[in-house]
């Protein structure tokens, strides 16, 4: 699909939301419309080494700019996002916390801009919104998001909880420990981890998903189910609809790549560049 169709599908909805999933490997963009259907194909784009703001952000424009038209954005974001502001990037540059990154968005896209958890946005593109839905996303890292009768309970983070042998979740489980012991052990630690957080949490229903989600080979219990890793896309056009989530108010007047694509040099605006000491 190019562009000129991008755009010329997304005129034929009257609101198109720029979804952006910002990953430890891989930073992907979808459009979608009101109903949450994707109008576009998906791009995806290298992370930078380092990962840092004034790599990420331009790149995420470069992504906007290959899609076509947008009115809106969302954003997974893997780490903790409160009003906006990054409070943790665990698995991305160690620059991140700080960083206004719905305020710069704005800046750079010219468009409103809504962020969350990058595990909160793609369970909002996996649950039914019924009883208790645990979601976990399987990367670079080990993502959780907890829905309550459909509604987000935000910033929770298990990954950093001990799990076994005086180690989080995130250490056991995360993409390093998967290279280090080899898929049948992951997979017995992950059976370990479920088991686990279903006495804790007694969900209803646990969704699997994220780019490791495809490594699983254990027997899953019967009210856990391995969703498409496109659901962290999907899941953004729910963050201008939860009323429980606590997101930035929208400021009025606020403002075809290829897969795998690296990142292109370009200058950092003013406020992601990094003060001399």
Same mark, same amino acid.
């Given at each position: 699909?190019?562009?000129?169709?991008?755009?010329?599908?997304?005129?034929?909805?009257?609101?198109?939301?720029?979804?952006?999933?910002?990953?430890?490997?891989?930073?992907?963009?979808?459009?979608?419309?009101?109903?949450?259907?994707?109008?576009?194909?998906?791009?995806?784009?290298?992370?930078?080494?380092?990962?840092?703001?004034?790599?990420?952000?331009?790149?995420?424009?470069?992504?906007?700019?290959?899609?076509?038209?947008?009115?809106?954005?969302?954003?997974?974001?893997?780490? !903790?996002?409160?009003?906006?502001? !990054?409070?943790?990037?665990?698995?991305?540059?160690?620059?991140?916390?700080?960083?206004?990154? !719905?305020?710069?968005?704005?800046?750079?896209?010219?468009?409103?801009?809504?962020?969350?958890?990058?595990?909160?946005?793609?369970?909002?593109?996996?649950?039914?919104?019924?009883?208790?839905?645990?979601?976990?996303?399987?990367?670079?890292?080990?993502?959780?998001?907890?829905?309550?009768?459909?509604?987000?309970?935000?910033?929770?983070?298990?990954?950093?909880?001990?799990?076994?042998?005086?180690?989080?979740?995130?250490?056991?489980?995360?993409?390093?420990?998967?290279?280090m012991v080899g898929k049948k052990r992951w997979n017995l630690r992950l059976a370990k981890a479920i088991e686990l957080l279903d006495r804790v949490i007694n969900f209803d229903q646990l969704y699997l998903g994220g780019g490791n989600a495809k490594k699983v080979t254990m027997a899953l219990p019967s009210h856990a189910t391995i969703v498409s890793n496109t659901a962290g896309l999907l899941g953004g056009i729910a963050l201008w609809a939860d009323p429980n989530v606590i997101l930035p108010p929208v400021t009025k007047g606020l403002g075809?790549?290829?897969?795998?694509?690296?990142?292109?040099?370009?200058?950092?605006?003013?406020?992601?560049?990094?003060?001399?000491?």
């Amino acid at each position: 699909m190019t562009p000129e169709q991008n755009k010329s599908n997304a005129s034929h909805s009257s609101t198109i939301t720029l979804a952006i999933d910002i990953g430890g490997s891989g930073i992907k963009g979808i459009l979608l419309n009101q109903s949450g259907q994707p109008v576009s194909e998906r791009v995806r784009m290298t992370t930078p080494k380092p990962a840092t703001p004034q790599a990420i952000v331009p790149l995420i424009s470069e992504i906007a700019k290959s899609l076509g038209r947008f009115d809106r954005v969302s954003v997974g974001f893997p780490g !903790v996002i409160h009003q906006g502001l !990054v409070k943790t990037a665990p698995n991305l540059d160690a620059s991140w916390p700080g960083t206004d990154l !719905v305020r710069e968005l704005k800046r750079q896209l010219k468009k409103p801009v809504r962020a969350a958890n990058d595990a909160d946005v793609q369970g909002y593109g996996a649950i039914k919104g019924q009883g208790v839905e645990l979601v976990i996303t399987l990367g670079t890292g080990f993502g959780t998001a907890l829905f309550i009768n459909g509604h987000l309970v935000p910033n929770l983070e298990i990954a950093h909880h001990p799990f076994r042998k005086q180690e989080t979740y995130e250490v056991q489980l995360g993409a390093n420990a998967l290279k280090m012991v080899g898929k049948k052990r992951w997979n017995l630690r992950l059976a370990k981890a479920i088991e686990l957080l279903d006495r804790v949490i007694n969900f209803d229903q646990l969704y699997l998903g994220g780019g490791n989600a495809k490594k699983v080979t254990m027997a899953l219990p019967s009210h856990a189910t391995i969703v498409s890793n496109t659901a962290g896309l999907l899941g953004g056009i729910a963050l201008w609809a939860d009323p429980n989530v606590i997101l930035p108010p929208v400021t009025k007047g606020l403002g075809k790549g290829t897969a795998r694509k690296r990142a292109p040099r370009r200058t950092s605006s003013k406020t992601l560049q990094k003060k001399e000491p």
